[in-house]
């Protein structure tokens, strides 16, 4: 009983925070528009009972995804976020593991400190943080200002509006999602396996690979989702960082809700991007349950 | 999680607190207002003025459209506002509590109405045109000295754009905007409807955007001020405000405003009382704040846009009101065009071809 009512927690959060949601988005994509609040129809009026449900019903379609195939600027926009979100996501794990690596093996007496350094720009505001990189990569910026005083170049270069932009923006916010999840396996990792590694023969480069790598496979793993599934949908940045070719879904969406007042299409686009966030998650997982089960 | 779990309560505990106390929300476009204005409400009615700024017409729609904003007094622009009463998103004026209405003028009355049947639902707030803002300095030394500083040539002509390219253009991210200067520049009606007819303008857009350095709605004015860009389409009194930033600044930039010589929009941003505004009283406490002549004319002198109000003139500044950029002259008013909201469908083509324009794709 104790057990079923532990169960029962993450199964109502996840109703009330991730399915209901859903729902009602689900069910705007379906609508239609219409000039007023809000702005789409049918709206599920239950005053008729049962026949108002029915005719509520009968009037959602799926016009809406039909209309997503017929113009090229949708795909091409998830494209181009999946592209943005893979490579800031293996960038993010370049720059975290090492970072990740150097903590779980710093002195024990250091460790609370280095963890609170990683935590400590959440203490700012995040659109402060992105503001800011504004700031630094702009063509008058204090990276061109520091690259033009010290020789490096002699034009400024153009980062700021463009894709590059957009990277550093990504790398820098998601970089502790990645960090705090790989630091945590690699913590656990038992040294003195390590050793037998190096007893039996291996070098120290090869320990790592063979012996470190795969028992922080969970942390990056983990890394990985906490930075690819924002990155996909991220709208912020590339709005602040990102010039205007850079073509991102979170950007489309804020169009279809804003410019075109389309809800309805825009719940559409919504869902597809969860549909493409989720297919592959749950095949991930199937897949990792299988190799445990064959592994137990 | 405790901290944050706490730290909500506190601002709930102080929200609830805070609301005891009459308040008035306003939602308004930003760089539009003299600051002290906002302080002179508060001491004068009692009531605490919250005061949030927009700069698209687009992003108060969606607000509006989705109710509950929360705000009780907003300023959209004729055409969204139009539309957004069509949507039933405002509630009629109580003029009894108004009593400085008699102080608007009839002659922007007139030209309001056709968004506003009698002006039931607004007041006018100001009006303007969008047209053109250069440096002069730097667009002469690019195209020459005898360049015309309101010729749409200037900035829609590729071969000019090339050359400016280096100094830097921008181009206001109002699509509806846009599309109707295009259409003028191509003779066609700006106001068309016809989704044939605004294709065109995809041609014209195209040609000069390699040399567009930004579509934005509100940073010119400081691009501007600063010497960053040298021409910019942008609405009449945000450029005479970056004017008056460069002089104030006195550091050699001299900007320029004028309307296109092939005509200009004139727009009205009108201020309206949501339907679910909270506080409909004191919204109208507002309006009639605004209304004015003092407050209104202070509010022009420090923006440099003409208003709506008749009796505020004679209190204008010699500079707002001589200006032929802010007051235009009858002449150019002649050269005015307004416009009329798009429908769903013909907004849509809008959006696609102005999201392909910004893409470059």
């Known amino acids: 009983m104790r057990r079923k009512v532990l169960i029962l927690v993450p199964y109502l959060w996840l109703l009330a925070l991730f399915l209901i949601p859903f729902a009602i988005v689900f069910k705007i994509s379906l609508s239609d528009t219409e000039l007023a609040i809000p702005p789409y129809t049918p709206t599920l009026d239950l005053s008729d009972g049962w026949n108002g449900f029915k005719e509520f019903l009968s009037e959602l379609d799926f016009e809406n995804f039909e209309f997503l195939t017929t113009d090229d600027l949708y795909w091409k926009a998830y494209l181009s976020s999946l592209q943005i979100a893979v490579i800031s996501t293996v960038l993010t794990l370049f720059v975290g593991y090492p970072i990740a690596y150097g903590m779980a093996n710093a002195p024990d007496h250091w460790r609370p400190t280095l963890l609170m350094l990683v935590i400590l720009p959440f203490w700012t505001s995040f659109l402060i943080r992105v503001y800011s990189w504004m700031g630094i990569l702009s063509t008058e910026g204090y990276l061109n200002q520091l690259l033009l005083s010290i020789g490096v170049i002699s034009e400024p270069l153009t980062i700021l509006n463009t894709n590059i932009a957009v990277y550093i923006g990504i790398v820098y916010t998601y970089l502790p999602f990645m960090i705090l999840p790989i630091y945590s396996a690699l913590e656990r990792l038992d040294g003195s396996l390590l050793e037998a590694a190096e007893d039996l023969g291996c070098s120290r480069a090869s320990a790592f690979w063979l012996v470190t790598v795969p028992l922080s496979k969970s942390g990056i793993i983990a890394g990985c989702f906490l930075v690819f599934i924002p990155a996909l949908g991220e709208f912020v940045i590339p709005s602040l960082l990102g010039g205007s070719k850079t073509l991102m879904i979170g950007k489309v969406l804020f169009e279809e809700f804003f410019s075109n007042r389309d809800w309805p299409v825009a719940s559409a686009v919504a869902v597809i991007l969860l549909l493409i966030l989720i297919i592959p998650i749950i095949l991930f997982q199937r897949n990792e349950q299988k190799q445990r089960e064959a592994e137990g | ?361």
């Not at chain 2, 009639?288 to 500044?317: C, H, K, T």
Request: aromatic share 10%.
């Open chain 2, 1 to 361: 999680m405790k901290n944050l779990f706490l730290t909500t309560a506190a601002a709930v505990a102080f929200g609830a607190l805070a609301a005891s106390a009459e308040e008035v929300r306003v939602y308004n476009w930003s760089d539009y207002i003299d600051e002290d204005l906002l302080e002179k409400f508060e001491t004068e009615t009692g009531i605490d003025l919250i005061y949030d700024v927009f700069d698209s017409n687009e992003v108060l729609e969606t607000k509006m459209l989705a109710g509950g904003s929360g705000y009780d007094v907003v300023v959209p622009s004729g055409t969204f506002l139009q539309r957004q009463i069509t949507a039933g998103a405002f509630q009629e004026l109580d003029k009894s509590k108004l009593s400085n209405i008699g102080n608007m003028w009839d002659v922007i009355e007139e030209l309001t109405a056709q968004y506003d049947p009698d002006n039931a639902y607004s007041i006018n707030y100001m009006w303007g045109t969008t047209g053109l803002g250069v440096n002069v300095g730097k667009v002469r030394e690019a195209l020459g000295d005898d360049v015309a500083l309101d010729s749409m040539e200037l900035i829609l002509n590729p071969a000019n754009m090339e050359k400016l390219a280096e100094c830097g253009v921008y181009f206001l991210d109002a699509p509806t905007e846009i599309v109707a200067i295009v259409l003028q520049y191509l003779g066609e009606d700006p106001d068309s409807k016809d989704p044939e007819v605004i294709a065109k303008t995809e041609e014209v857009l195209m040609a000069v955007r390699p040399y567009i350095k930004k579509f934005h709605s509100s940073e010119y004015i400081n691009a501007l001020a600063n010497g960053d860009i040298c021409a910019a389409i942008g609405w009449s009194g945000d450029v005479l405000q970056a004017r008056d930033r460069a002089y104030e600044a006195d550091n050699g930039v001299e900007i320029a405003y004028n309307a296109f010589a092939e005509g200009s929009a004139m727009w009205f941003d009108q201020m309206a009382i949501p339907a679910d505004a909270p506080n409909p009283d004191g919204a109208h406490k507002f309006l009639n704040f605004i209304m004015d002549p003092q407050n209104m004319a202070d509010a022009s002198n420090y923006v440099y846009f003409a208003n709506g109000n008749e009796a505020s003139q004679p209190l204008l500044e010699d500079d707002v009101i001589s200006d032929p950029a802010i007051y235009p002259t009858e002449e150019t008013v002649k050269n005015l065009y307004t416009t009329t909201p798009y429908s769903a469908k013909v907004q849509r083509v809008v959006t696609r071809l102005w999201t392909k324009v910004k893409s470059g794709t």
